[in-house]
């Protein structure tokens, strides 16, 4: 196959084994790779009721077709696994230089099982995978790992790695990579503490091979074509990153605040993109032969936090620890994100959790006692203490690491109505109350409370009616299908909604086909996004979810947004259940939301 190693290695840290096995081509255009791979893998080697923390959960790595090809946006991994956060099935995609890297060794898919019985990494080259000792590693962070691990390695190999977060199973810890300062993330549902179970420190890959495509001449004239788009698409995002986001957002009043009690924050300009380029940009960074530069480095200046030199935070960090927390400390905002990174947690998760804390502790649910650190709305140094102490479990942040859901569920009977979060996973700041299309997403995402399922990015677009629920479960599905694809190929989601198209539309087709050589359609491209979701769903459908977890936050369904552009706006029960009809309906599911025979035998499952 061409675009492909053809090869999918498995490792079992328990009986200290490894095998490779041939990808088919079948498989393959059925899947793509990436997303696909992953869902059709861990669905058959999973158990079912497996406790993500046992030998048996599986951590996977996937790429896919157009990785390390000249597609821009093309160095990125899937690594997926059932989530401890959840409880169901989660992936999350991740750049840098390390998924070019993976794709070189040959192998499509490595497929980790089992628990070592001391800390290890593992090295992945184009041979197989050899097991190292990483006991001097286990307590470094994400990025003394990488560095102390190549080092021994060399500059080539690329590491991603977990921080003291996940080796302390915080249900929200991440992983890392880091290439020239360009630090890659797979940042949500806690596929970090799933490797701290199975106590594998760092994933390092090596090779050298070439990815071949089939067609050049073909790829050549679809990226010549689309180049103009891209470069203009994404100019915003080369300038200031994905922060630009903040004052639009706020403006059209769907910024969460408070703990979402609001949905614009009147001090929303001191932590805007422009404020913070024009205070703290240091340089731009970028993943591997990508032209747009989306990531940012920042460097402050003055004040407490004098002499930081970290990433920028993205758009959804600085709604997590800003707005959502009243704090327009902005130097705070690139503290926050650091320390995550460098311990190893989601910032979403983080900062969403701790927003509950601060509305708890106004309702007299929580103590300052039971803290032990002075904190509340708009305090960034308890902000601050409060994320150490949660990678570390001391006092306090013990709780803390078990997620928004779990601390509500044991701290009032009514808790839980004020955390914002579907399927126990922490909402982004895409807001589930302004955009309707968002609202049934949410509620229908196999991750929960995830803005890489249903896409929010066209709903922003000037004439769409964003308010109204007419066409929306429609919408879910064509964008989770989108969603599904992209991430198999596997694709930066910013070049590939701004230079290709937010649907899966005819430049994805070219693009597989020149990539491949197969004779790809819209219409079969469509049905592998079909196919994608419906495993995720099957995954979570033997875990037991039914139509009642498809559910949004209290909040969302009984609280419209006070006041604002967007005042008045929700998703109450009866609406949201009116969406879901229809939705089952469209993707050919029963009234519980479980896929029917029919529509599974017609994707081939």
Known sequence: MKAYGGRILFVDLTRGTSRGEALGEDMARALLGGNGLAARLLLDHVPAGADPYEPANAVIFAVGPVTDTTVPGNSRACVATKSPLTGLFFDSTFGGRWPCTMKRTGFDAIVITGRSPHPVYLKVGETGVEVKPATPLWGKTTRDTVHAIQAIEGADTDVVAIGPAGERLVRFACMATYWKNREGVAGRGGIGAVLGAKRVKAVVVAGARKTEVADSALLKALLEEKREPLKTGTKALSTYGTSFLVKPINTLGALGAYNLRQETFAESA????????????????????????????????????????????????????????????????????????????????????????????????????????????????????????????????????????????????????????????????????????????????????????????????????????????????????????????????????????????????????????????????????????????????????????????????????????????????????????????????????????????ALGL
């Open 270 to 601: 001191a932590i805007s993109g422009e404020e913070m380029h024009a205070l703290y940009h240091d340089r731009d960074t970028t993943c591997l032969k990508c032209p747009v530069a989306c990531g940012k480095q920042y460097e402050i200046r003055d004040g407490e936090l004098a002499g930081l030199k970290a990433k920028m935070p993205e758009y959804e960090t600085i709604f997590a620890f800003g707005s959502m927390l009243g704090n327009s400390h902005a130097g705070s905002l690139a503290r926050a994100n650091d320390l995550c990174d460098l311990l190893g947690m989601d910032t979403i998760s983080m900062g969403v959790t701790l927003s509950f804390v601060a509305e708890a502790l106004e309702r007299g649910w929580l103590s300052r006692e039971e803290l032990g650190v002075p904190f509340g709305w708009g305090d960034w140094r308890g902000m601050l203490r409060l994320i150490e102490m949660t990678a570390a479990r001391e006092g306090f942040g013990d709780r803390l690491a078990e997620g928004g859901w779990r601390l509500a569920e044991s701290v009032h009977p009514e808790a839980t109505k004020a955390v914002y979060a579907v399927k126990r996973l922490e909402l982004p700041a895409h807001s589930a109350r302004a955009l309707k299309g968002m609202s049934i997403g949410y509620a229908t995402a196999t991750r929960g409370g995830s803005h890489h399922d249903t896409r929010p990015t066209p709903q922003y677009a000037q004439g769409y009616d964003r308010t109204g629920t007419g066409g929306k479960p429609e919408f879910a599905v064509r964008s989770q299908h989108f969603t599904a694809v992209d991430d198999s190929l596997v694709l930066c989601r910013f070049t590939s909604e701004r230079g290709f198209g937010l649907f899966v539309e005819e430049p994805y087709a070219r693009m597989v086909s020149a990539v491949t050589g197969w004779d790809v359609t819209v219409a079969e491209l469509e049905r592998v996004g079909e196919r994608v979701i419906n495993l995720e769903r099957l995954f979570n459908v033997r875990e037991g979810v039914r139509r009642k977890d498809d559910a949004l936050p209290w909040r969302v369904m009984h609280e419209p947004i006070p006041d604002g552009p967007s005042a008045g706006m929700h998703c109450p029960p009866a609406e949201l259940s009116t969406m879901l009809d229809r939705y089952y309906d469209l993707r050919g599911w029963d009234t519980d939301g479980v896929p029917t025979e029919a529509r599974l035998s």
